[in-house]
């Protein structure tokens, strides 16, 4: 019989095949708990970082303590994808979004992989755990011009999924604005619509305010030089804002550059609160309604039991 680690492996993913340079560094000093508790709409829990790099149990125990109820666990490709899935199946705590990233997306529809890798997504989505197709989008900066209508064809594919199986959608974008507004407009955003990770300015705040899209802040917001990001962040309904980690990337002022974690979301959040002159547990109670209307309740979705091998996620 395979061990629980090979059939469920704490890690599958480092962040130094991602990045240059030496990762071997510690993970920040926890925050102060918030008293009012929120989600993290946005992580790679699979990603090993750190000096001592935590497993999936560890980053939600940590989480707990710091008043983080919960996170969207997100998939990339079709391995990450399934470990996604099977952790939300397994754990309470965690919601699954499923998606061949659009950085993957041109090289799977090259080898003609690509319908066979939507045909996995597609029998995941029926998981009631998975509930959203994502992260999928456009990336300008990493794509070269010849590959980007492979990337197009991709992020319209994985947006009819999102529609057939009526989940939410957690885009991508980067560096690729008005073609990905241009793109939802065209073939139709399914109902609930997340702009991950936002990086626009303003006046892109104003387009998802009017069509009704959600926009999801990291770390950045912190950032000294994300000043468009915090007036964004001011032009956008209260009911249609998020915070997340993008674990393990992205890491709040005062850590950036250090490995990250959903325990750090009230870094994050309390820096929103602050640019919006908001009490913190207001807006924490804010953002926490907005994530539980986007997936619902996490309680709502039959989880299955606790396995005696928890430890091993």
């Known amino acids: 019989m395979a061990s629980v680690e090979k059939e469920f492996p ?6 130094g095949s991602f990045e240059t340079g030496d990762r071997a560094i510690p993970y920040p000093t926890a925050p102060d708990p918030l008293s009012v508790g929120v989600y993290d709409n946005h992580a790679h829990l699979e990603f090993a970082d750190g000096d001592n790099p935590m497993s999936a149990l560890e980053h939600l125990e940590r989480s707990v ?10 998939g990339t490709d079709v391995e990450t994808s399934r470990w996604s899935a099977a952790l939300a199946a397994r754990e309470p705590r965690v919601l699954a979004a499923i998606a061949i ?8 529809i090259e080898t003609v992989e690509f319908d066979a890798a939507m045909a996995v997504l597609d029998e995941l989505a029926l998981q009631p755990r998975v509930v959203a197709i994502g992260e999928t989008g456009l990336d300008y900066f990493r794509t ?5 209508d ?3 064809e991709a992020f319209v594919a994985h947006i009819a999924l999102a529609k057939k199986h009526d989940l939410a959608l957690q885009i991508h974008d980067r560096d690729a604005h008005e073609d990905v507004v241009s793109l939802l407009r ?13 990086s626009g300015d303003p006046l892109m705040a104003e387009i998802l305010a009017h069509e009704g899209w959600y926009a999801s802040f990291s770390g950045t917001v912190t950032f000294k ?7 964004a ?6 009911s249609h804002i998020l915070v997340e980690t993008d674990t393990p990337f992205l890491t709040p002022t005062p850590f950036r550059g250090r490995p990250n974690s959903p325990y750090m979301i009230p870094y994050t959040l309390r820096s929103m609160a602050e640019t919006l002159g908001s009490e913190e547990s207001v807006l924490a109670a804010q953002l926490a309604r907005n994530t539980l209307d986007v997936y619902g309740a996490f309680d709502d979705f039959a989880a299955r039991p606790v396995s005696p091998h928890h430890d091993k996620l």
């Open 150 to 152: 492979a990337q197009r």
């Open 225 to 231: 030089n994300s000043e468009g990001l915090r007036d």
């Open 10 to 15: 704490a890690h599958i993913r480092t962040r």
């Open 144 to 148: 070269q011009p010849e590959r980007q």
């Open 233 to 238: 962040l001011k032009v956008m309904p209260s």
């Open 186 to 198: 065209e073939v139709g955003a399914p109902k609930k619509t997340v702009f991950h990770c936002y």
């Open 65 to 74: 303590e710091a008043g983080v109820l919960g996170v969207i666990q997100v």
């Open 101 to 108: 990233h659009p950085n993957e997306a041109p090289k799977l």
